[in-house]
């Protein structure tokens, strides 16, 4: 998907929302469980049932390979179920990759060309030669860890390297990188106040930007300070939506709880024009 399709999706359903697809056996309904495949069973009832308030959704792949060769047909499933129903959705491998380039770029098969997501997470620390594989494929999209919402994020990615914070020199040292308008970042609601210098260094990429909900991050801050002229911001919500019963009403309520986010982002769109 290129991100102008993303960008015209946006604005079509006025909304900026991801919905984590992060299944887990012991939270889902328990009628579900009696199906064949429950976890597929689940995201096909979420994806149904949101598809109209949300641009992408982010399957975190730790919650398909705890479960082993069944979790990951659970995964082929959901994406090739979202592939062929709602194409126009941005689609979110959230996996955390990044090695040496020859492994990087086995990574980046599995994920593009046999998995057909749009994009993936990936991890800078083992530098360009690491990052560069995933770029290589046209129309696909590398998102970067640059400051996550996690308290560890302050164990390294703030520390100061040679005069600047090290989550700022990834920002800066990945522009340089080949194919880096396919590059997006990752940055945690939960550091909406960092947002505004990020914007300085990055002011045209969009940002995924995760911790809303469950993590207390702030939806209206995470806006005031990272919206750019084309929106630029994909903000997931996993746990805060998608349990939001465990009844028979699993999917109105995940609806309902994607509704209530949706209104906001509209809200704030209008108000940005
Ligand atoms: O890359 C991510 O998506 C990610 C980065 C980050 O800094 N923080 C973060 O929470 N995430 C992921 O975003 C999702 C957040 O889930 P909830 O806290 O349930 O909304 C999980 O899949 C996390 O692994």
């Known amino acids: 998907m290129t991100t102008q399709e993303l960008v015209a999706q946006i604005h079509k359903k006025k909304s900026f929302l991801c919905i ?69 959705v941005f689609t979110i491998a959230d996996a955390k990759r990044g090695d040496i380039g020859n492994t990087s770029t086995m990574y980046a098969k599995a994920f593009f060309e046999d998995l057909e997501f749009d994009s993936i997470t990936i991890a800078p ?60 970042y990752v940055v ?4 909406a106040e960092y947002l505004s210098d990020i914007r300085k260094i990055i002011p045209e990429s969009f940002l995924l930007v995760p911790g809303v909900g469950a993590q207390g991050g702030n939806l209206q801050e995470v806006c005031k300070h990272g919206l750019n002229n084309q929106v630029g911001l994909l903000v997931n ?9 465990d009844g028979m009403d699993y999917d109105k309520a995940a609806a309902n709880k994607a509704s209530e986010l949706q209104k906001q982002m509209q809200e704030i769109l209008n108000t940005a024009k």
């Not at 995933?134 to 996550?148: D, P, Q, R, S, V």
Request: net charge negative; charged share 25%; proline share 4%.
């Open 188 to 191: 945690g609601a939960t550091k």
């Open 237 to 245: 919500s996993s746990r805060g939506i998608i349990y939001a019963s």
């Open 20 to 88: 984590g697809l992060d299944v887990d056996l012991n939270k889902i309904p328990k009628h579900i469980l009696e199906k064949e495949d429950p976890i597929f069973e689940f995201n096909k009832a979420i994806i149904d049932a949101t598809h109209h308030l949300a641009v992408a959704y982010k399957p975190n792949i730790a919650f398909y390979e705890a479960y082993g060769i069944k979790g990951w047909e659970s995964l082929e499933k959901t994406i090739t179920y979202l592939n062929e129903n709602y194409p126009e």
């Open 125 to 184: 620390y083992m530098g360009k030669d690491s990052v560069e594989p995933f770029l290589a494929f046209e129309n696909k999209h590398t998102i970067l860890l640059a400051l996550t919402s996690n308290q560890g994020a302050f164990d390294f990615q703030t520390k100061d390297v040679e005069g600047k914070e090290l989550y700022k020199q990834v920002l800066e040292v990945s522009k340089s990188y080949e194919n880096s308008e396919n590059l997006m």
